[in-house]
């Protein structure tokens, strides 16, 4: 295949368009979540948690797409796990309890498997380019922050929380040809020899030995080992996770606690959205005047101390010029750990880095939306959790730094 190519741009756009599918969704379910709930006859915390399991579950799953895409083409899994999530947004859309719409979300969690493959294919595609390839398909995550809160709002307004949510699986559908677009054979499986050798069964200790091996191998686990990658990239994602997820899942509600109307909330997200695009439009730039190390201490410096004002004002203004610089934090984190986990893996452990990567993403985010739900519940303020979900923002210039000391 050859790398950089024309086509290589037209899966760029597959890609890209994967990242907003994925975040404007969970997005959508922030904007939806108060009509959800107050149609459910349910908790805040009981939703939240629903949207957070949505994410944890789709990242989990993913940690076995390594070995998926050995049976199955990207084109295959890609296709597929846009259909499921599609019935997935279908069933969410007739929920009549909490433990339908928890079903359907776990179905929808499938675009995060899909999300997955398609991260995972962009080394196979780029190779001088990979860093600019990085940093345009994540402008799909800030153009889905920039764009569907407000549309979400404008629909929601018009045919209610389950005629959007009918709407929202008929973009997700379009995966679909999408997916049509990537290459249909397999991908990478003669990247890996074989575990099983001569030596191995000479004695009866070796098949179960090469069971474990293979074990390992297959999820990755031997990634886990090395303190670059769990200091660079696991914990920053979990971080990432952790921080991410209740921003998006509970902001729209933090900003109508502060008797703001569910349109001026809705403004003060897309104004996250504009900082992440910009950020990650120019990130070529900031890598000419920046290294690795300062952007990423410089973005978790930035989401603590944004996260800490955003509990301290209540004006729109203010509100609005914070979320800009958060949502560019956040992409500029988001963004160099794509790179990072390319720098700290081997080129065949491409896929399972991201799989780590994301499942850490995946774990944060379930513990993210219970927890931040749970504490307004209890407490009836979100000022408890925002500060939470601000220290947790430092933990990964902490990481960092123990990772160069030691």
Not at 208 to 213: I, P, T, Y
């Amino acid at each position: 295949m050859v790398k950089d190519s024309a086509r290589s741009w037209l899966v760029l756009l597959v890609v890209t368009f994967s990242m907003f599918l994925e975040v404007g969704t969970i997005k959508a379910f922030s904007v939806l979540l108060p009509d959800i709930e107050q149609q459910l006859d349910t908790h805040l915390w009981i939703v939240g948690s629903s949207i957070a399991i949505m994410t944890g579950f789709g990242y989990t799953f993913g940690l076995l797409t390594d070995s998926i895409i050995k049976l199955f083409s990207p084109r295959v899994c890609v296709m597929a796990s846009g259909l499921i999530a599609t019935v997935g947004l279908i069933v969410c859309s007739f929920a009549t309890n909490s433990f339908t719409l928890l079903f359907g979300l776990i179905l929808s969690g499938f675009l995060l498997v899909q999300e997955t493959v398609v991260q995972g294919i962009i080394p196979d595609y780029f190779e001088r380019y990979y860093e600019t390839a990085v940093g345009i398909y994540s402008c799909g995550t800030a153009l889905a922050i920039l764009t569907f809160p407000l549309a979400t709002q404008l629909v929601l307004d018009v045919y209610g929380w389950k005629g959007t949510l009918l709407l929202i699986s008929g973009i997700v559908l379009h995966s679909i040809p999408c997916g049509a677009l990537l290459k249909s054979e397999k991908s990478r499986a003669s990247d890996y020899e074989p575990i099983l050798d001569h030596q191995s069964t000479s004695n009866d200790k070796g098949p179960q030995l090469s069971l474990v091996r293979h074990f390992f191998k297959t999820l990755g686990l031997h990634l886990l080992t090395s303190k670059d990658f769990v200091t660079r990239v696991f914990i920053p994602a979990l971080v990432l996770g952790y921080t991410l997820t209740g921003w998006l899942i509970y902001m729209v509600s933090f900003v109508v606690s502060k008797n703001a109307s569910l349109k001026e909330a809705t403004i003060v997200v897309t104004s996250g959205g504009f900082g992440m695009m910009t950020v990650r439009i120019g990130i070529f730039l900031l890598h000419k005047i920046m290294t690795y190390k300062q952007l990423v201490y410089l973005a978790s410096v930035t989401m603590t101390l944004s996260m800490i004002l955003m509990t301290v004002f209540t004006g729109l203004i203010a509100l609005n010029i914070i979320s800009v610089i958060f949502g560019a934090a956040i992409g500029v984190l988001g963004t160099e750990l794509f790179i990072s986990a390319k720098i700290n893996s081997h080129e065949s452990e491409h896929f399972l880095a991201i799989a780590w990567l994301n499942l850490a993403h995946g774990l944060a985010s379930i513990l993210s939306g219970f927890v931040t739900g749970i504490i307004f519940d209890m407490t009836g303020s979100f000022t408890l959790s925002f500060n939470i979900l601000a220290g947790a923002s430092l933990v990964t210039a902490i990481s960092l730094g123990f990772g160069d000391i030691f």
